[in-house]
């Protein structure tokens, strides 16, 4: 059950990287490092990265308090996850 509500959450996390990353991508300090001669792949580790991973990092936050509640609500409705039963064995009978 938490597998499959993870699942629904991850095109908002990948449409929210990509956004801010075009977002990013065109700022000055991104424009500056591509003209000293950084390579593409040292911009995207040293500009991008840091600065499209908080966003995704408080959103990924407040998605996994919306999927406890969400996973709650259906184990209150009987669709999540049965309750733990305690095993009784003949020796713990007293007898």
């Known amino acids: 059950m938490a597998l499959a509500l993870s699942l629904l959450t991850i095109p908002s996390m990948v449409r929210l990287a990509r956004a801010n990353t075009i977002a990013f991508a065109q700022r000055e300090f991104v424009m500056a490092a591509r003209l000293m001669g950084a ?43 049965p309750a733990a039963r305690p095993h009784v064995g003949q020796h713990d009978l007293g007898g």
């Open 39 to 81: 390579s593409r792949f040292r911009v995207m580790l040293r500009e991008l990265v840091p600065n499209v991973i908080l966003p995704v990092f408080s959103m990924a936050v407040v998605m996994i308090s919306a999927l406890i509640v969400a996973e709650a609500s259906l184990s209150f409705l009987g669709s999540g996850h």
